[in-house]
């Protein structure tokens, strides 16, 4: 039988006081074609999994409820969304009611029209954060060279994609999944339109500093290896660095015109020199470290349960 013509994915961490409105909102939506729900419990600590039951039991829409054994992150909830969504388009929500479900609409009807594989949504005004717009600003512009994307073009959590895609993105198995990298690699027909971004309903975010700054590795370190190599760029520089000042040095010597060095100038270059191994090396460790967890097969997910209607 075929599916409904629209799923909503939503990712769900300790939002027992936002997923109900944001269901009752998708359930007044006028699809055609049906649509359905798809929440994924990412290890809330809260009253989440009591109330996203209920859901399931009073809701007007197909609701499927998916419980991951332990929080994961939200990549990898979205993914876990993705595998169990019926939909000819897949839309994933923030579970927080910044992402208006009426501008999904607007994103899937786009996507039709268009017949683009991914629309994302390009926040006329971002309601976070400073701290967090600076790092989605600045997460968008390296991915402008670390991953095959139009330089400019923005990335954002909110979007629509087609069946096709998200099962392609969903076989991907790696631990650190980077959602917007992988579908970067599956497809280059992307759009992207104008959407609203509403003020947070309750609650705050689950995205701290240290989650923030893992996403950007992923982004980096998984789909790249630029970093490799601004690392190998940085140790000829220095190295040429430290090539001419031992001419220089020699040079003075040789003439007599040598200064007095003292223990300060040697800790100091001492420090930029280490510091620049490490570095590097911690670089090359990341790396390294991600292909150990990859290798020795540490799950993306574990779903404890599955609740259908």
């Known amino acids: ?9 939503i990712p769900l961490y300790n939002c027992a006081e936002t997923i109900g409105p944001l269901v009752r909102t998708i359930e007044a939506l006028d699809v055609a074609g049906g649509l359905e729900i798809i929440l994924v419990n990412d290890g809330s600590r809260d009253a989440t999994a009591s109330t996203a039951r209920e859901l399931v039991n009073s809701a007007r829409v197909p609701i499927t409820y998916i419980e991951h054994a332990r929080n994961y992150g939200e ?8 595998r169990h969504a019926q939909g000819a388009h897949i839309v994933n929500l923030d579970d927080d009611g910044q992402n208006p479900p009426a501008e999904a ?12 594989d991914v629309v994302f949504g390009h926040y006329v005004t971002k309601q976070h954060s400073w701290w967090r717009n600076f790092g989605s600003w600045f997460t968008n512009r390296m991915t402008d060279w670390a991953l095959d994307k139009p330089p400019g073009f923005y990335l954002s959590s909110f979007r ?17 999944p980077y959602i917007d990298g992988l ?19 309750a609650g705050s975010s689950g995205y701290t500093l240290r989650r923030l700054v893992r996403l950007w590795l992923s982004a980096w370190v998984n789909f790249s290896v630029v970093p490799l190599r601004i690392a190998t760029g ?13 001419a220089w040095v020699l040079y003075l010597r040789l003439t007599n015109q040598g200064p007095t060095f003292g223990w300060g100038s040697l800790m100091v270059a001492l420090l930029v020199f280490s510091g620049t191994q ?3 090396l911690g670089l090359i ?24 209607k």
């Open 105 to 116: 609409v607007r994103m899937w009807t786009e996507a039709k029209a268009t017949g683009w």
């Open 234 to 246: 940085l140790g000829l520089v220095m190295a040429f660095a430290g090539l001419v000042g031992f």
């Open 278 to 280: 490490l570095v590097m």
């Open 160 to 176: 629509c994609v087609t069946a096709f895609v998200a099962r392609e993105v969903s076989a991907h198995a790696g631990p650190h």
């Open 75 to 82: 990549h990898n909830a979205v993914l876990t969304g993705w």
């Open 285 to 308: 460790g990341e790396y390294i470290g991600r292909m150990f967890v990859t290798i020795n097969q540490r799950p993306q997910s574990v779903v404890r349960e599955v609740v259908r």
């Open 183 to 201: 579908l970067l690699q599956v497809t280059q027909r992307i759009g992207s339109i104008e959407v609203r971004h509403e003020e947070r309903v």
């Open 1 to 9: 039988m075929a599916g409904p013509a629209l799923s909503f994915v």
